[in-house]
Each structure stands twice: as structure tokens, then as C-alpha cells.
């Protein structure tokens, strides 16, 4: 038996890094995989190394910040699984690496690493929650960093990154309270880890990523509202 047979599982930023690692680990344990990332040739080329004969994976090309994302979205995993176990919001990006505070960050920085990290996942989540509410014992993770909990406000380098995750851990324990009971919800720090994101000086890996992600989604259900690392709860 393994730990996620018959789990039907959303996985944003499939194509690369912690979501190529995360569909991996997960299809390996028996979930079915639906699959999101932006440019479709990666996604492509993704599909066919997690799962060629697309029994147990299948992908849609969208750019998550796109007015029509989320109901395009929402739209083929209605037509495929009429409802929803796992919404895995991993899709993210890092905008401004060499900024030193917010008044050096450019506001188109600010307003797409928001755009991307925070207003993508809410604007998903909406639309999803109707399938999840029909789903078996639904969660929703939102993929954080550390580099967004409240210590890290302190700092001053990538602080459009910080605090797009500060706030979407925000978001989750907003959600956490809001569905209590019906949907779990938790935020996930996958470590610093060697994909085009985390760069190549990072001292993890992305399958490493993924054994904690699993580990979030075979939590019991009643856990909800807080922050994971590796297994563990960390502090928000
Ligand atoms: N790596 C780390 O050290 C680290 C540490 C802490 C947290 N995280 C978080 O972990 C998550 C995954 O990071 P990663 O390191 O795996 O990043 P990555 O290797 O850069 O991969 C990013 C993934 O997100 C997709 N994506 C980005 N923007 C998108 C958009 N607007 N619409 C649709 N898809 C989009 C990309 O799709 P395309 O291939 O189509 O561009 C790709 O699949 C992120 O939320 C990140 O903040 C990573």
C-alpha cells in the first residue's frame, strides 16, 4: 500500500525544481497528478520523464498570473476528477536577488513577486475550494520560505521575496481559521535547495524538498494552521 494511492493532487510549478521532485515522490506513492507550470515546453518535457504513458499525470500549460488561470484551472480538474484531495501551491519565483531593501526594489519587482507568490495562490485557492470541499480529506499547502517568517522581516536583501511568503503565510493561517474542520491548511518551507531559484551554492536538494512535502500531506487531517519544515512544525 502506499501513502497516497487514490489522492487526486494538484501540483503548481511542476515543470522544475521542488514541483518536478514533489510529482515525483508523489506519483511514486500512488497519487494521481495534475500538473501546472507556465512554459509548455518544460512542462512537456516534464510530463514525459514523471509519467510517458499519462496514466496517473496530466499537465496544463498557464501562466498563473493570467486573468483566466484560476477558472481554466479549476475548469479541467472538474472534467478530469470532479473534486479535489490536494492543492499543492509551489509555483514561485525569486525577483530580486541582489536588492538591499524595499526603497531599492523596483515596484514592478514588488508588484510581480506578489503577483506571482501571493495573489496566484489566493486567486487558485478560490477557485478550487468548491472541488476541495467535495474532496476526501482536503488540504491545501502553500509553499513558503524561510525567508518569509517574522524573524527574517529584519533583513533587508530580497524583501520583495520576504515579503511575499511573509504574507502568504498570512494567507494560510487566515484560511487555516476559515475552513476549519473542512479544509486543512498549512504553509511548507522546502529548505534551501539546489534548483534555479534556490541557485547553485544551495546546501539541499529538491528531493529532499519532496520527502517533506510528503510528510505534510500524510499528516492527520486535524493539523492544520502552521508552518512545516522537514517533518517538523517550525515557527511562522
Ligand atoms: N529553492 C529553494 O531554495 C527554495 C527555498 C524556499 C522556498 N522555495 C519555494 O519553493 C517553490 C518552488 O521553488 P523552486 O526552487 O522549485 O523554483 P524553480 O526551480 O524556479 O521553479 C519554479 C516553478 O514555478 C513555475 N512558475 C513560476 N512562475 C510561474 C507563473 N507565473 N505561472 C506558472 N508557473 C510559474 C515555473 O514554471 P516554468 O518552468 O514554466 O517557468 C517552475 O515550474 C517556490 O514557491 C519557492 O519560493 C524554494
Known sequence: MTLLSGRRILITGISRG???????????????????SRDPGRLERAR???????????????????????????????????????????AGVQLDGGTRGISAASEETFRDSLGVNLVAPYRLCRALLPLLALGREPRLVNVSSGA??????????????????????GLTLLLAGELAGKVSVNA?????????????????????SARGAL?????????SGKFWKDGAEIPF
Open 18 to 36: 521542488v514541483g518536478l521532485e514533489t510529482a515525483r515522490l508523489f506519483l511514486a506513492e500512488g497519487a494521481e497528478v495534475f500538473g501546472v
Open 48 to 90: 514525459r520523464e514523471l509519467d510517458p504513458s499519462g496514466e496517473r499525470l496530466r499537465v496544463l500549460a498557464a501562466e498563473l498570473t493570467a486573468e483566466g488561470a484560476p477558472a481554466r484551472i479549476a475548469a479541467a480538474v472538474k472534467e478530469r476528477w470532479g473534486a479535489l484531495d490536494v492543492l499543492f501551491n509551489n
Open 148 to 169: 518569509g517568517n517574522f524573524e527574517s522581516m529584519r533583513l533587508t536583501d530580497i524583501p520583495s521575496y520576504r515579503l511575499s511568503k511573509f504574507a502568504l503565510n
Open 188 to 208: 511548507f518551507d522546502p529548505g534551501w535547495v539546489k534548483t534555479d531559484l534556490g541557485g547553485p551554492n544551495a546546501p539541499g536538494s529538491p528531493v529532499e
Open 215 to 223: 510528510a505534510l500531506v500524510t499528516l492527520p487531517f486535524e493539523v
